[in-house]
T-cell receptor, first 112, second 113 residues
Framework: QKEVEQNSGPLSVPEGAIASLNCTYS??????FFWYRQYSGKSPELIMF????GDKEDGRFTAQLNKASQYVSLLIRDSQPSDSATYLC????????????FGQGTILTVHP | GAGVSQSPSNKVTEKGKDVELRCDPI?????LYWYRQSLGQGLEFLIY????????KSGLPSDRFSAERTGGSVSTLTIQRTQQEDSAVYLC???????????FGSGTRLTVV
């Protein structure tokens, strides 16, 4: 079992819809969770991080964490073509320093 | 600097040659990480430096790979006797606290021919 698993997609949604990206992790000791966006040919950029169970909202983005189910998701509301990218889920065993373990990424395409 | 700076941005080398990749982290960031990303693949952890602590080298794929960080700032990743499977984008990242995620540099695309 991979440490961090994501559906590779591609996930295709129409403009204005909600895109839902999912991630599961195997290490129950994981404490911090990150979502990165990576445009083709570019390096990853941080969108959000979440530590506590529940939802965390930032603009059009909502991260959801369920530690009991070892599941973290990212919702993108009012999806725009500019949101088309690969979304990487990453997990850290601690809440401070330490390596992030990344999933393979989900390719999202938002079509007009 | 304002961001994480990596050089060179592209490097083509012949199989068997040694290469050095450089990373200059964001000023004040004590944590520095190296990852690599092969075509269509996720990010593979290589090595991590935090302050004066011993680096976490657990991700280095072979003893041909080594890295150092001088003065708690600039880092150099060295690959000796390069192989074709070393071809990838090598990404450096830095972090102030670690807990709020990393900032990545633009990467070095290494091609071994």
């Amino acid at each position: 079992q991979k440490e961090v698993e994501q559906n590779s997609g591609p996930l295709s949604v129409p403009e204005g819809a909600i895109a839902s990206l999912n991630c599961t992790y195997s290490d129950r000791g994981s404490q911090s969770f990150f979502w990165y966006r990576q445009y083709s040919g570019k390096s990853p950029e941080l969108i959000m991080f979440i530590y506590s169970n529940g939802d965390k909202e930032d603009g059009r983005f909502t991260a959801q964490l369920n530690k009991a189910s070892q599941y973290v998701s990212l919702l993108i509301r009012d999806s725009q073509p500019s949101d088309s990218a690969t979304y990487l889920c990453a997990v850290n065993r601690g809440t401070s320093y330490g390596k992030l373990t990344f999933g393979q990424g989900t390719i999202l395409t938002v079509h007009p | 600097g304002a961001g994480v700076s990596q050089s060179p941005s592209n490097k083509v080398t012949e199989k068997g040659k040694d290469v050095e990749l450089r990373c200059d982290p964001i000023s004040g960031h004590t944590a520095l990480y190296w990852y690599r990303q092969s075509l269509g693949q996720g990010l593979e952890f290589l090595i991590y430096f935090q302050g004066n602590s011993a680096p976490d080298k657990s991700g280095l794929p072979s003893d041909r790979f080594s890295a150092e960080r001088t003065g708690g700032s600039v880092s150099t990743l060295t690959i000796q006797r390069t192989q074709q499977e070393d071809s990838a984008v090598y990404l450096c990242a830095s972090s102030l606290t670690g807990g709020d995620g990393y900032t990545f540099g633009s990467g070095t695309r290494l091609t071994v021919v």
